[in-house]
């Protein structure tokens, strides 16, 4: 059920201008039905977060989700990147520019799009939205698309704790918010659970409505050395595209990091591979996936639709298997603990 892609990277400008180029045309695409005979082209737009595609975590796990989509279910596909610090206006124009131009389902990568979709969403009631990690849009044509992230967190604090030698560790969230605090309390319990007198440095890199913390690998590396030098010997992050700044840090110190969303191993420098004991995988790509599909068939649902450990909509990479294994046993049997209500994961 879980793929691997393979992801290349395009440029904001030639994506705007291919899609300019499809965009001319003006005719709405309606879903079809999955009725058969005389099914219509199902066009699917994506919104990418700050980062985009090539972050090599969250947002390339949306893609792989949309292109599985167009491989599995021959649907023609749409993605437009973010910019940096860009006003809300432009999130709202994206969103727009996917909705008027017959691509449908469209799917808003992040919680950052929250405003703009509550606004885009009314103006179009037949097009059928998803966004990733926001349960505050109410409406029957929006589906959200939301994860038990403080679950998958709780077993990489847990294998950090059996890993560390010197029972100090680190994590280093994005930005500073409830989104990202549910990464921070899942993960300072898994720890806790191993190590309850650890300690534990945690560092953000923007707060508020800054989202550069998710795209600053320069700060990521500059926090996790600042936490490798104070005594923290594996650091987990929750920070998209900065993550990699971490793992630069962990060569320069030659100490341990644990990745996020997507299985990081995979997509790591050689010099990072052996430092990289696990990720929390978030299947962002099952959800993008799903919701696509259920579209196409017709049988897509407003309202949140929620991944966690029991249907393994989050978990943990097994990839280092020199690494991960010998933790292996100690993790499912948390994991399994979890998935019984015997442990609650605090989310806050």
Known sequence: ???????????????VLAFGASACGGKKVESGSGSGGGKKTVKVGL???????????FNDAAYAGLEKAKNDLNVDIKDLEAKKDEPEG????????????GYNPVVAVGYAYAGALGKVAKNYPNVKFAIVDD???????????VFAEEQG?????????LKSKTGHVGFIGGVDTPLIKKFEAGYVAG?????PDAKIEINYISRGTDFSGFADPAKGKTIAEGQYDKGADVVYHAAGLSGVGLFQAAVAKKKYAIGVDSDQYLTADAAAKPLIITSMIKRVDTAVFNFVKQTSDGTVKGGPETFDLKDDGVGYSTSNAAE?????AKLDEYKQQIIDGKI????K
């Open 1 to 15: 059920m879980r793929r691997a892609f393979k992801i290349s990277a395009v440029t904001l400008t030639s994506a």
């Open 47 to 57: 919104a990418f977060d700050i980062g985009g595609r090539g972050d090599k975590s």
């Open 90 to 101: 432009d999130k709202v124009q994206r969103l727009e520019l996917l909705a008027k131009s």
């Open 135 to 145: 349960a505050s849009i109410k409406a029957d044509n929006v589906t959200n698309l």
């Open 153 to 161: 967190s709780f077993l990489v604090g847990a294998a950090a704790a």
């Open 191 to 195: 720890v806790k659970k191993v190590k």
């Open 324 to 328: 991960i294994d010998p933790l292996k």
């Open 344 to 347: 609650t994961v605090p989310s």
